[in-house]
């Protein structure tokens, strides 16, 4: 059967005007839940690159008409370019978003909902108004429900223990936590104002956020916790 859908090359202002609004109502829904998360592509953020991508898109379906070819030549048409360079823009401003400290990666869900919501709003602009829908549901289903499988899902966990020990009797920091969920590694030792402090890796299994107040509770009887730095991985984004 032969596919008779094609693009509108003379859309209407009610035609682009749905466009728009619906880009709007699926950014503010993606970026209320990146709000209220406290992230820095909130609200606004979302709406304006959504926005961005569906003007772009309408622009370059209202030239394809002005370009001296046939009218079912669009798809090779150089003006399709103009959304496809907001989509690698849009790549840049996602960057931004990411930011790593040593081994510790956040950003990178916002960076990908900054990158999902203009591909959404391409798609409005481009007329594909249920694709463009049925992608804004699975996009919220995914940063917001999903969040929850997450924080139950079990991951290793890896951190940077900095410990004193409080007299010469301490145990072994290994030996100590034998019969605990953790497992430490020896990494190095300092000496400073006399006194040795050393660094241990730990390393656990643990679902949601990773709060090991056992772990320091157990060292803390033995040893004076100078620092304990959870690295690697990447952080909650979501």
């Not at 094609?6 to 709007?24: A, G, H, S, Y």
């Not at 849009?90 to 950003?107: E, H, K, P, S, Y």
């Not at 203009?118 to 699975?138: N, P, Q, R, S, Y």
Request: glycine share 10%.
């Amino acid at each position: 059967m032969e596919d008779t859908r094609q693009m509108i090359l003379e859309p209407t202002w009610p035609d682009i005007l749905l466009r728009l609004l619906l880009t709007v109502a699926a950014g503010a829904l993606i970026g209320f839940n990146r709000e209220t998360h406290g992230h820095s592509a909130g609200l606004r953020t979302t709406i304006l690159v959504g926005l961005a991508a569906c003007i772009a898109m309408v622009y370059a379906n209202l030239l394809l008409t002005t370009i001296g070819k046939a009218p079912d030549s669009f798809v090779n048409i150089d003006v399709m370019r103009l959304p496809l360079g907001i989509l690698t823009g849009v790549g840049f401003i996602g960057g931004g978003a990411i930011f790593r400290r040593d081994n510790l990666v956040t950003g990178v869900t916002t960076a990908a909902t900054l990158w999902t919501i203009t591909a959404i709003g391409l798609c409005f602009g481009g007329g594909e108004l249920m694709l463009g829908c049925v992608a804004t549901a699975l996009t919220f289903l995914t940063i917001s429900l999903l969040k929850w499988l997450e924080n139950h899902i079990a991951r290793e966990r890896r951190a940077l223990l900095v410990a004193t020990a409080r007299d010469a009797a301490a145990p072994d920091l290994p030996h100590l936590l034998e019969k605990t969920p953790y497992r430490s590694r020896f990494v190095s030792v300092r000496k400073q104002a006399g006194e040795e402090r050393t660094t241990f890796e730990i390393r656990w299994r643990s679902t949601g956020h990773a709060r090991p107040g056992e772990l320091l509770a157990i060292v803390g009887e033995h040893y004076l916790i100078d620092s304990f730095d959870i690295v690697g991985g990447t952080a909650a984004d979501a």
